[in-house]
């Protein structure tokens, strides 16, 4: 499976937009890019996901580099639930099913 | 939908017992995967099903640990015997198709003693 890089942590306040970004140089043309959060004590959840375009949902926006190299989980306007560990995984569409979690990003919301 | 049952919620035994984790996934779904998840390794795969079939278990840690999936409603892990190195919270989530998210359950955490 292909690596993602994304920071170990990052800090952010109340009702302000966050982005949180992805690396991932080595992307083939058929990995799509997936995201899940972790909660405090709660198993993963899904968020997003994409492959070319940028993608919009209740929960986020992803936004996808022309040259897919890298990409941006983009929160419109934190709370503090969204407090929790953002993952940034590559899926081939037609390979396993498996999710291959990283390390992840931990999200501190201020009040 | 209840969503992914796990039990118990939390298991507390000691070194050389026989552990038993169950999964109920939500229903419909045909993909079901056991996840472990330690400070040390993060979450890990160690085994996921499709219509019930064991499709790959290379994250299997050794032969203590076995998965079974008897019916569409439900899985076991079984860790026998059990050692303190298999403390950890166990997930499992289930998922309608090849490509479709995963649902998780809450988690077990088991300690071993």
């Known amino acids: 499976d292909a690596k993602t890089t994304q920071p170990n942590s990052m800090e952010s306040n109340e009702e302000e937009p966050v982005h949180l970004p992805c690396n991932h140089s080595?992307?083939?043309?058929?990995?799509?890019i997936h995201w899940y959060r972790q909660l405090p004590s709660q198993g993963p959840e899904y968020v997003i996901h994409?492959?070319?375009s940028n993608v919009n949902n209740r929960m986020a926006s992803l936004a996808i580099a022309e040259d897919r190299k890298s990409s941006t989980l983009i929160l419109h306007r934190a709370t503090l639930r969204d407090a929790a560990v953002y993952y940034c995984?590559?899926?081939?569409?037609?390979?396993?099913?498996?999710?291959?979690f990283g390390q992840g990003t931990r999200l501190t919301i201020n009040p | 939908d209840a969503g992914v049952i796990q039990s118990p919620r939390h298991e507390v035994t000691e070194m050389g017992q026989e552990v038993t984790l169950r999964c109920k996934p939500i229903?419909?779904?045909?993909?079901l995967f056991w996840y472990r998840q330690t400070m040390m390794r993060g979450l890990e795969l160690l085994i996921y099903?499709?219509?019930?079939?064991?499709?790959?278990d290379s994250g299997m840690p050794e032969d203590r640990f076995s998965a079974k999936m008897p019916n569409a409603s439900f899985s076991t892990l079984k860790i026998q015997p059990s050692e303190p190195r298999d403390s950890a919270v166990y997930f499992c989530?289930?998922?309608?198709?090849?490509?479709?998210?995963?649902?998780f359950g809450p988690g077990t955490r088991l300690t071993v003693l």
């Open positions: 099903f499709n219509n019930n079939v064991p499709i790959d």
């Open positions: 995984i590559l899926r081939v569409i037609q390979g396993a099913q498996k999710l291959v």
């Open positions: 989530a289930s998922s309608l198709g090849a490509f479709n998210e995963q649902f």
């Open positions: 994409g492959l070319t």
């Open positions: 080595t992307i083939s043309g058929t990995d799509y």
């Open positions: 229903s419909g779904h045909n993909s």
